[in-house]
Structures are given as structure tokens and as C-alpha cells.
């Protein structure tokens, strides 16, 4: 069969020494490796066992609301969740990047255990220990969330099957014929056993949490519960109408804009979607275009490419646009929505870099128009990265509706016009060597102060201490000056840190 293991591979797995043989899966050099990796996360939490023992026993006691349970399963998987992000996002992470990263999972991680936990007699604890207040947004967020990275590794060797045959050349399969067929059947057999994660694994949990409720009837009676009973389905149709006509528009854009260059890869396609890449441009290569096309094409020539950086930008601005008023019309219901994208998000990332039938391709060649430099990873993590940072202080429910704001106002407009202002009339750096401009920084801090106020007079949220919110905005501003970070997910939860602390 052409998933079957090429003969040229075992031969060289059996010349190349002993690093070289192992299963089919891992070499022997991989499995000393995570042997390796395993051996320093046990000496690691057993010293954090340690700290918690000799420290309450000279009455200086740490983490003293955490259980010896707690400290060992929390120290494990955030060890566990380096060495992943590490290994399958390889140059994806600044080492800060790497740090919140994985104290977000492991933080989602250890809700989802104390929720369980929750519903298990012997392990019940005295109280529910999260972070936020367990209602069912939060029983839903985890259930989207952690269940969408859930479904990825439990479906991983499918995905890798998949990954593995896009990037085999035809002419080493036995059968070359049939590379489509197994592809399509790879991709359907991932699109059925992720239904079945969500609708029965994931599903179940979630019921489970709710005391027997159904998840989806639930669903349906929050969409209709909102302030007036149209309130949620208008912002959903809002959403989708913003989300299509922005997709929708950029596709044709990008896809005439080929036309007329030659097509150069930001950042090189990944070998798992370069034969269908070769399949994607053949098929449109061979449409002939009409008389109102070549109109088109001849008006598509004429108007300037927006540079990289103008088109990550409009997606900022679209985020302003998109969230503003679902946050200040029903925080809760925004709440729940921006979790169903970041799942939505993880599985179009499933779709891109595994190559899976059918949009793999087109999933690849639209987001790759919109990388940079900060995008040098196997994954491509910006649009994670900016929806989790307009979410993040929205997710972490904090006592101040403004600051639920300032993720959508740092990044949609902070940081926007500070790339604008600096490119265009920025003249005294930060540094020497510094990309940063002192307009640009004083750009971001005036435009956050202002949009908060005008929020704040028109009634979209709840006044607040001016002058606390200025100093909150003017420590985030020398952030994203000085710091080498991607702002998209650093600048909002520091924000809201900082704000949170000075009652803002």
C-alpha cells in the first residue's frame, strides 16, 4: 500500500549506525532523548516537593494551597508542554513567548483537573480550585480549548500519517496512484475521529460538569438568552458577515495579485504541502480567463501592493471593529465566541500543516501572505497571538470593564498607529538599534488613552480613574518599546496585570 514504509528507509536506518535504528516511529537517538527529558521532569518535581516539605516545616510554608498532587501534576505537564512547543514549533518561540505559552496550558490544564476532580467523590476538595469562577463559560472554554489540542493528539498518529504522505515524492510509493485516494481517506478518517472527540470524549465531559445538562441544548437556550432575544444571533450574523467579506475580499486579492509577480514563499511551505501546492497552481493555471477578468487583472495591476506589514495591520483594525461591540454589548456571550475561534483556529492550524484534504493548500498560501520575520516557526502562531491577546483580558474576568478592553485597544489601535506613526514620521529611536520610535510610542499611549475615554463617555463601559488607567497605559507603552516580545500576545495580559494591581 503507498502508507506502507518505504524499503530505502530501513536501509538507512540500518547503515547509519545505532543512532539510527530504532521503531518506526522514534530512532534509539529519540527515545534516549525523551527518556532524558522525562528523567529531568521527575527530578524537577520532586525538588518542588522538596521546597513545599522543608519550607512548611520551618513555618515558611509556599504554595500552601496546593496540594502535593497539585504541585506534581502542575510541574509535569508545564515541563511537558515546553518540550512539545519546543520540538513542534521549532523557532516559533521567543524564550518569553515560551514562558506564557505554557502557563497558559498548564493553568487551562489545572482547571480541567480540579473541575474533574470536582465531580469525583474521594478526590473532592473542600472547594473548587480555579483561577476564574466555575460557571459554564469556564466548563465550556476548557471543554473548546484543551479539547481542541485534545483531539490533536489523540488523532496525532492520522495527522502524522498525513503530513508524512504529502511530503513523500510519488515515484517512492509503491503505488503512486494511489497517493490521493489515501490522502482523502487520511483526512476523512481525522475529520470523523475529531467528531467523535468532541461530540463523545470532550462532549461527555462537558455534560458531565453541567450536572447531566446537554451541552449543545445549553448552547442553544445561552444564544437565545441575551438582552433582547435577537441580541446574540445579530452579533453572530455581525461576526460572520465581518469574517466572510474580510476572507473573501483578501482571497481575491492575493490570488490576482499572483498574477503579476512571480510567487515567492515568505517563509518556505512546509515539504508536507508542497506537491499540493504544485496540484493547486495547476488547476488554476488552466482556467482561461475572460474578457471581464483580463478588466479585472489590468485594475488589480494598477493598484499598489499593501506591504506585509499594511496587511497584518488590517486585521487589527478588523478586530476593533469585530470585538468593540460584542464586549461592550454581552461580555459573556464574547466570552464563549472567542473560545469557539481559538478551537476554530487550532483546527484550521491541524488543516494547514498536516496538508489535509482538501484545503491544506489554500489554508497554507493565504496565511503565508501575512508572515514576517517573528513568523520563522514550523507554526504559524500570529493569528493565535492576536486573538489571544484581544481575548486574554476578557478570559481572565477581572473586576474592571475597561481593562476587559485593552486587549482590543493595545493591539487594534495602540499598536497599530504606533507601526503607522513610526514608519511614516518617526525620527528619534529608543536605541541605535531599535526598530521603535518615540512618536510611534507616544502614538500608542495617546490613541489607548483616548479610545478608553471615549468608551467610557458614550457608556459602552463603566467610568474610571483616569489617571490609573494613563499610568497602566504609559508602563505598557515602554513595553512594546523595549521589549523584543511579540506585542499581539504580551502587551494585553501585562496590561491587564498592571491594571489589575492599580485598580484601575
Known amino acids: 500500500m503507498a502508507l506502507e514504509r518505504d524499503p530505502s528507509d530501513s536501509s538507512r536506518g540500518s547503515t547509519g549506525g545505532g543512532a539510527g535504528v530504532g521503531t518506526f516511529w522514534l530512532r534509539r537517538g529519540e527515545w534516549k532523548r525523551n527518556l532524558s527529558v522525562v528523567g529531568f521532569a521527575c527530578i524537577v518535581t520532586a525538588c518542588c516537593i522538596g521546597v513545599k516539605i522543608v519550607t512548611a516545616y520551618i513555618g515558611r510554608g509556599i504554595w500552601s494551597d496546593m496540594s502535593a498532587s497539585d504541585i506534581i501534576i502542575a510541574t509535569l505537564f508545564y515541563q511537558f508542554s515546553l518540550y512539545v512547543c519546543v520540538r513542534l514549533a521549532k523557532r516559533g518561540f521567543t524564550l518569553g513567548e515560551l514562558g506564557v505559552v505554557c502557563h497558559a496550558a498548564t493553568a487551562l490544564f489545572m482547571e480541567t483537573i480540579n473541575m474533574t476532580r470536582m465531580k469525583i467523590g474521594i478526590l473532592r476538595t473542600p472547594y473548587i480550585k480555579t483561577y476564574r469562577l466555575p460557571t459554564p463559560l469556564l466548563t465550556f472554554q476548557l ?32 503505488f503512486p496512484h494511489e497517493k490521493p485516494m489515501h490522502r482523502r481517506l487520511l483526512a476523512l478518517g481525522f475529520y ?15 455534560r458531565w460538569c453541567l450536572g447531566s445538562r446537554d451541552p449543545w441544548l445549553w448552547v442553544v437556550l445561552f444564544l437565545l438568552d441575551g438582552k433582547y432575544t435577537y441580541t446574540r444571533p445579530a452579533l453572530i450574523a455581525y461576526w460572520s458577515a465581518l469574517a466572510a467579506i474580510s476572507v473573501a475580499g483578501w482571497q481575491r486579492q492575493l490570488s490576482r495579485a499572483r498574477r503579476h509577480r512571480t510567487y515567492v514563499v515568505a517563509a518556505s511551505p512546509t515539504p508536507a504541502v508542497s506537491s499540493a501546492l504544485s496540484d493547486h497552481f495547476k488547476l488554476h493555471a488552466s482556467n482561461q480567463p475572460s474578457t471581464v477578468t483580463q478588466m479585472m487583472d489590468a485594475a488589480d495591476h494598477a493598484m499598489p501592493v499593501l506591504s506585509v506589514n499594511a496587511r497584518r495591520k488590517f ?51 493565504f496565511l503565508n501572505e501575512f508572515l514576517d520575520h517573528k513568523d520563522s516557526g514550523t507554526a504559524i502562531l500570529s493569528h493565535f497571538y492576536l486573538l489571544a491577546g484581544c481575548a486574554a483580558p476578557l478570559w481572565l474576568e477581572g473586576p474592571s470593564e475597561i481593562l476587559a478592553h485593552f486587549g482590543v485597544l493595545a493591539l487594534g489601535i495602540g499598536d497599530a498607529l504606533a507601526s503607522i506613526v513610526g514608519r511614516r514620521f518617526g525620527h528619534v529611536r529608543w536605541a541605535s538599534g531599535s526598530g521603535k520610535t518615540i512618536e510611534g510610542s507616544a502614538a500608542f499611549f495617546l490613541s489607548v488613552l483616548f479610545s478608553a475615554t471615549a468608551l467610557a463617555v458614550t457608556g459602552a463601559t463603566e467610568r474610571f480613574s483616569v489617571s490609573k488607567f494613563a499610568a497602566t497605559t504609559a508602563v505598557s507603552t515602554v513595553l512594546e518599546a523595549v521589549s523584543m516580545q511579540n506585542d499581539n500576545l504580551i502587551l494585553p495580559m501585562y496590561g491587564w496585570a498592571i491594571g489589575t494591581l492599580l485598580g484601575v
Open 192 to 206: 470523523a475521529g475529531a467528531l467523535l472527540v468532541c461530540g463523545g470524549v470532550v462532549g461527555l465531559w462537558a
Open 315 to 365: 486585521f487589527h483594525a478588523l478586530a476593533v471593529i469585530m470585538f468593540i461591540p460584542g464586549i461592550a454589548i454581552d461580555p459573556a456571550f464574547t466570552h464563549l465566541s472567542l473560545s469557539v475561534a481559538f478551537a476554530a483556529f487550532t483546527f484550521a492550524e491541524y488543516v494547514r500543516y498536516f496538508a489535509l484534504w482538501p484545503l491544506g493548500a489554500s489554508v497554507h498560501l
Open 143 to 174: 471543554a473548546l480549548m484543551p479539547g481542541s489540542l485534545l483531539t490533536g493528539f489523540l488523532l496525532s498518529p492520522l495527522l502524522y500519517l498525513s503530513r508524512h504522505l504529502a511530503q513523500k515524492p510519488a515515484y517512492r510509493l509503491r
